[in-house]
């Protein structure tokens, strides 16, 4: 009987998330080693593997492997659907199926611990790659929710949150534990001070005025990387409406927009 040797990669490892990615070891691309890392993930030891609880509570394990030729042809779809974006959310016989276009199927049965990403063989082009690396983001996005983590397609600069629409982000996103007082950014993490500051590239306007309350609360419900049926968890709108009374928002304007 074939043992199968598995790397597991942990989110934030020194933060304790229970969230973690994991390949057979011949499927594991040097490439994938290094975008993981950009976005926080360890590689574990073996010893650090084998105390991975299937039990602990909010537990998520993505497997991704190389899809087979079925799921290549549902991968690839049709141009004809370009008209409705890359990514596309469905239900298959009750389980969520999240599809990048060209780039993989996710597999995110909410009630189980483990979940799994089907990816086209031999990802080379950039397209493709942030492509991936959206993906990863959605998964951490539903992986985190009950946790009260919250995230947003930008980036971090000066201890403020910059937030992008996701073309322009190139799939980089920022997550913030409002529990831990934390931003986690490609960047590293930055501690969550007095207040949130968020300096908004999404949309164009005319001014910087400040956002209120009540638009901050809006702007920061409807706005996350989490796509999901059911909408934000109960734990993101505590979260949400915590740090909302601290949050100062206010929109990029021509002249001040950030050099990233």
């Not at 290094?34 to 394990?61: A, D, P, Q």
Request: with cysteine.
């Amino acid at each position: 009987m074939e043992i199968i040797k598995w790397s597991y990669f942990q989110y934030r490892k020194n933060h304790d998330y229970p969230v973690y990615i994991r390949f057979k070891d011949e499927d594991l691309n040097p490439k994938y080693s290094h975008l993981l890392n950009e976005m926080g993930f360890s590689l574990l030891s073996e010893i650090e593997c084998r105390k991975v609880s299937l039990h602990r509570l909010h537990t998520k394990i993505l497997t991704i492997h190389e899809a087979g030729s079925r799921l290549q042809q549902q991968i690839n779809g049709s141009d004809l659907l370009d008209k409705y974006g890359l990514e596309s959310l469905s239900l298959k016989q009750g389980t969520p199926v999240y599809t990048y276009r060209k780039v993989g199927m996710m597999m995110m049965p909410s009630s189980k611990i483990l979940w799994h990403l089907a990816i086209l063989p031999e990802l080379s082009v950039t397209d493709q790659m942030v492509g991936l690396r959206v993906i990863l983001v959605r998964y951490l996005a539903q992986a985190l929710a009950e946790l009260g983590i919250i995230s947003y397609w930008g980036t971090t600069k000066d201890q403020s949150v910059i937030v992008m629409k996701q073309l322009s982000s190139f799939g980089e996103a920022v997550f913030i534990d409002a529990a831990k007082k934390v931003i986690f950014s490609n960047d590293g993490e930055i501690k969550l001070g007095a207040s949130l500051k968020i300096l908004r590239k999404d949309k164009e306007n005319p001014s910087s005025s400040a956002m209120s309350r009540e638009d901050i609360i809006g702007f920061l419900s409807v706005s996350t990387c989490l796509l999901s049926f059911n909408g934000i968890s109960l734990a993101m709108k505590k979260a949400i409406y915590s740090l909302s009374s601290t949050t100062i928002a206010s929109y990029a304007t021509a002249e001040e927009q950030p050099n990233l």
